[in-house]
């Protein structure tokens, strides 16, 4: 079952959502995604949702109270998908290999490729300043830092005239942020070097970033 309605929803009246209307509600989400392939999220009205879905602007206020409310149940459903990256990041750090660390930065990258027109919405509101989607934003990029972060304390060889887990987050933050910008921008940065190019070099520096932290 797709994990944006295995939840109880209530719609704008306080009546629960029987599978029917989750399933109109479902429409309306997944057609606010399929447009921002080809717009921008403050281009899209209601009504180009409404008739993207099948159903009517009326239909729609019964779910969702603004636009913006479509796409918080969007990001809740990326930010969901989002949570399979620190598995992925925490065994590249175990790992502490070159190899391990272009894998992570392989599932990163293809994370953003298969969430992008979204991830950008996401960011466009975070922009604005609107909490949810900040929040959304940063839940994404703990999953690649946290794992790095985490590992500090089991590390003994930290020099005693540092703060390694201060370090560490200072570097996984930036690290996070890299990557994700890398992954926004990965064909724009083909100037400087071939797609595998790319990511070796960015694997090469999640491993230095780590290992700085020790």
Do not use: C
């Not at 606010?32 to 080809?38: A, E, F, Y």
């Not at 190019?197 to 932290?213: C, G, N, P, Q, T």
């Amino acid at each position: 079952m797709n994990p944006r309605t295995t939840n109880a929803v209530v719609a704008v009246d306080g009546r629960i959502a029987g599978p029917r209307a989750l399933a109109t509600r479902q429409r309306l989400v997944d057609a606010l995604d399929t447009l921002l392939d080809s717009r921008s999220f403050r281009e899209i009205k209601v009504v180009d949702i409404a008739r993207a879905a099948g159903t009517s602007p009326a239909a729609f206020y019964q779910y969702f109270t603004s636009l913006e409310d479509t796409l918080e149940v969007l990001a809740i459903h990326v930010v969901q998908q989002g949570r399979a990256l620190d598995d992925v990041f925490t065994a590249a750090v175990e790992d502490g290999t070159l190899a391990g660390a272009r894998e992570a930065v392989d599932h990163l990258f293809d994370f953003w490729r298969t969430h992008k027109a979204a991830l950008g919405a996401i960011d466009a509101m975070a922009a604005e300043g609107d909490e949810r989607f900040v929040h959304a934003r940063n839940l994404l990029l703990s999953a690649v830092a946290q794992p790095m972060v985490d590992a500090v304390p089991r590390r003994t060889d930290a020099a005693p005239a540092t703060h390694p887990r201060a370090l560490a987050g200072s570097l996984a933050g930036s690290l996070a942020t890299l990557l994700a910008s890398a992954a926004t921008h990965e064909r724009g940065l083909s100037a400087w070097g071939s797609r595998d190019e790319l990511r070796e070099s960015l694997a090469y520096l999640m491993i230095s970033a780590f290992r700085a932290s020790r």
